[in-house]
């Protein structure tokens, strides 16, 4: 167990940030099966959606300093040029 004043606030800080960091992590991998799962079912409008959706979602996690500007970046990328394969055949 921590004895300094600060070692104890450093825990509970880190226990915050765990808590928090887990349901941010948790959302973007549910907002990406979204997309994914609208794909495979072949529903383009529902895929644009939850495009939207996720694309709106990740820019927002990284003003909040989740995930950085280029992963968000990517992830949108990858999920749009299967969204887009969609729509193109």
């Known amino acids: 167990m921590a004895h300094h004043k600060s070692a104890i ?28 799962a609208a794909v495979e079912a072949g529903d383009a409008d529902k895929a644009a959606e939850a495009m939207k959706k996720a694309n709106r979602e990740l820019h927002k996690f990284v003003s909040k300093g989740v995930i950085k500007k280029n992963t968000a970046s990517r992830k949108v990328s990858r999920l749009q040029a299967k969204v887009n394969a969609l729509s193109a055949a």
Request: no cysteine; proline share 0%.
């Open 9 to 36: 606030k450093r825990i509970r800080q880190n226990e915050k940030r765990r808590i928090r960091n887990r349901y941010y992590k948790t959302r973007i991998k549910n907002l990406t099966k979204a997309v994914i």
